[in-house]
C-alpha cells in the first residue's frame, strides 16, 4: 500500500508494546527500591545514630562518675592542707614531738598521706613522718633550685598550687599540695594583706589516691588515660594510661585542680560501637520489605498495563478493539484538520462465517478469526491498524493520502489475501470477505459518518458477492 504513514501500535502482542510494558514496570521497580532503600538507609542510619548516642551518653555517665571520685580525693588532700595551715597559724612555736602527734593523726584518716611538712621562713622545720625523712629538716627552698619554683609560686599567688605527679625519692609517685601560711595581723583587711609566715606542704601516695578513686587504666569496660602534670591540663604530660586515647574519639572531661586541671578521657575496651543490633535489623528488614514491596509494585503495574491493554483490544484476537479504533480515527481527523492528509478506513466482513460455527464448533471458528487477524497483519503496513469490531467484522485503517483508484485497489488486495484458503489445525477452511471502505474527509467529515459510510458500502460488497453467487 502506497502513501503516507504515521507510526501506530497495532496490538498488544507486538515487541513494541512488550518493550514498554517492560520499561514501565522495571522502573516503577527502580524507583520503589530507591525509596524502598533510601528510607531503610534513613532508618537504619537513625538507629545507628541512637545507638551510638545512647553509648557515648553512657561513657560520658561512668567518666563524669570516675572525675567526681577523683575531684573527691583531691579535694580531701586540699582540705588536709587547709587544716595544716590552720594548725600552723594557731601553732607558730610548735614543736617535732607536738606536730608528730598532730599529723599522725591526720595522717591516719587518709591513707594515701605519705608525708606533712610545715616550711616556716621557706625552711623546713616540721616533717611527718620524720623517719626516712630525717635530711629533708633544714632544708632551705629559696635555695633549691628543683622546688623552690612551685614555692615561690604559692608565695606570690597566695593560694594552694597542686603540683605533679612526681617521682618520690623513696618511691612510687607523688601529688604535692602546697598551701601559704597567712598570718593576719590587726591592720589585715584581706588575704593580700597578712604576712606570709611560710609553706605547708602535704604529700599524697599517686596511686594510693587513685586506688582511692577507683581509676586504673582499665576499669569497668572501659580504658582511661589521665593527662595534665602540674595541673597544665592539656599541654601537660601524661599521667596514667594511653596518650592515644586524647587522640581518637574518646570522650574527654577536665578534673577541676585548685590551680589549673587535669584532662580524664575514656572510651569502651571494646571499641565504640560497630553497626549495632536494631540498625541490622531495621537494614535486613528494610531490604526485604522493599523486595517484597518492588515485585508487588511491579505485579500490580504489571496487572494495570495489561488490563488496560485489554480494555482496548480485542481478547481473541489482540487486534485492537472499537474503542481503541476510534481513538485512532479521531488522532487521525485532528492531525488532517492541521495537515490537510486525509485516510482510508476499510470495513471487512466475513462470507459464510456462521456455517463454520455451526459444523465444525465455536473453538475452530475462534482459530479461523485469528488466522484472519494474522493475514491481515502480513498484508498491511506497520503504520495501518487492523481491529476487530465485532464477531467476524474486521477494519483496516490507512493514514495517508491515496487516490480514489488506490483505495480501490487496496479493497482488491484484501478481497485477494483470502483467495488462499486458510489451514486451521487439520482444517483447510476456504474464506471469502466483503470489503467496503470510506475517504476522510473526501466522503465524510466526521468520524461516525466514515464508518457509517464503509460500513454501508462493504453491504454492497456483501450483496454483490451474493447476487454474483445466484447468478
Same mark, same amino acid.
Given at each position: ?63 563524669? !562518675?570516675? @572525675? ?32 608528730? @602527734? ?52 604559692? %608565695? ?29 595581723? !590587726? ?37 582511661? *588515660? ?60 528494610? *531490604? ?21 491493554? %485489554? ?18 480515527? !479521531? ?43 494474522? @493475514? ?81 458500502? %462493504? ?13
Amino acid at each position: 500500500m502506497d502513501g503516507w504513514s504515521m507510526p501506530v501500535t497495532r496490538d498488544i502482542d507486538i515487541p513494541h508494546n512488550r518493550s514498554r510494558d517492560r520499561l514501565i514496570v522495571v522502573g516503577v521497580i527502580l524507583i520503589v527500591c530507591l525509596l524502598g532503600l533510601g528510607l531503610t538507609r534513613y532508618v537504619s542510619d537513625l538507629l545507628q545514630q541512637r545507638a551510638e548516642e545512647q553509648q557515648r551518653s553512657e561513657t560520658l555517665a561512668r567518666l563524669s !562518675e570516675i @572525675r567526681a571520685r577523683l575531684e573527691g580525693e583531691v579535694s580531701a588532700t586540699i582540705y588536709i592542707a587547709q587544716g595544716l595551715v590552720s594548725y600552723a597559724a594557731i601553732n607558730q612555736a610548735v614543736t617535732q614531738s607536738e606536730f608528730d @602527734r598532730f599529723a599522725r593523726e591526720v595522717a591516719a584518716s587518709n591513707p594515701a598521706i605519705s608525708i606533712l611538712a610545715l616550711a616556716p621562713g621557706n625552711v623546713v622545720r616540721y616533717i611527718y613522718p620524720l623517719e626516712g625523712n630525717e635530711r629533708a629538716i633544714g632544708l632551705d627552698y629559696t635555695k633549691n633550685e628543683a622546688q623552690w619554683p612551685a614555692v615561690k609560686r604559692v %608565695m606570690e599567688e597566695r593560694r594552694t598550687i597542686v603540683a605533679g605527679p612526681v617521682n618520690l625519692v623513696q618511691g612510687g609517685r607523688g601529688l604535692i599540695a602546697r598551701s601559704p601560711i597567712l598570718l593576719a595581723d !590587726e591592720e589585715s583587711e584581706t588575704t593580700e594583706d597578712r604576712r606570709y609566715w611560710g609553706v605547708a606542704s602535704v604529700v599524697v601516695d599517686t596511686d594510693l589516691l587513685f586506688e582511692g578513686a577507683g581509676i586504673r587504666p582499665e576499669v569497668g569496660g572501659y580504658r582511661l *588515660a589521665l593527662r595534665g602534670v602540674d595541673g597544665l591540663g592539656a599541654a601537660g604530660q601524661m599521667i596514667m594510661g594511653d596518650p592515644g586515647l586524647f587522640e581518637g574519639e574518646a570522650v574527654t572531661l577536665p578534673v577541676k585542680l585548685p590551680s589549673g586541671e587535669w584532662q580524664i578521657s575514656g572510651r569502651p575496651v571494646d571499641g565504640w560501637i560497630g553497626t549495632s543490633a536494631e540498625s541490622r535489623f531495621a537494614g535486613l528488614a528494610g *531490604a526485604g520489605t522493599t523486595a517484597l514491596l518492588s515485585v508487588l509494585s511491579a505485579l500490580l503495574v504489571y496487572a494495570q498495563q495489561r488490563a488496560k491493554a %485489554m480494555a482496548l483490544h480485542d481478547a481473541l484476537t489482540g487486534l485492537p478493539n472499537r474503542r481503541l479504533l476510534v481513538d485512532r480515527l !479521531e488522532q487521525l481527523a485532528s492531525l488532517s484538520e492541521r495537515t490537510g492528509i486525509g485516510f482510508q478506513v476499510f470495513f471487512i466482513d466475513l462470507n459464510g462465517f456462521k456455517p463454520i460455527n455451526d459444523t465444525l464448533g465455536h473453538a475452530v471458528g475462534d482459530m479461523v478469526l485469528r488466522a484472519i487477524g494474522d @493475514r491481515l497483519r502480513e498484508e498491511t503496513r506497520e503504520s495501518d491498524t487492523i481491529a476487530r469490531i465485532g464477531g467476524d467484522e474486521f477494519v483496516v485503517l490507512v493514514p495517508g493520502l491515496i487516490q480514489h483508484r488506490s483505495s480501490a485497489n487496496i479493497a482488491d488486495r484484501l478481497r485477494q489475501t483470502f483467495h488462499e484458503p486458510l489451514r486451521v489445525g487439520e482444517h483447510v477452511i476456504a474464506i471469502q470477505v466483503s470489503v467496503g471502505w470510506a475517504t476522510y474527509p473526501d466522503d465524510a467529515t466526521n468520524i461516525s459518518e466514515i464508518l457509517s459510510l464503509a460500513d454501508q458500502r %462493504m453491504y454492497r460488497d456483501k450483496a454483490a458477492v451474493a447476487q454474483a453467487v445466484v447468478s
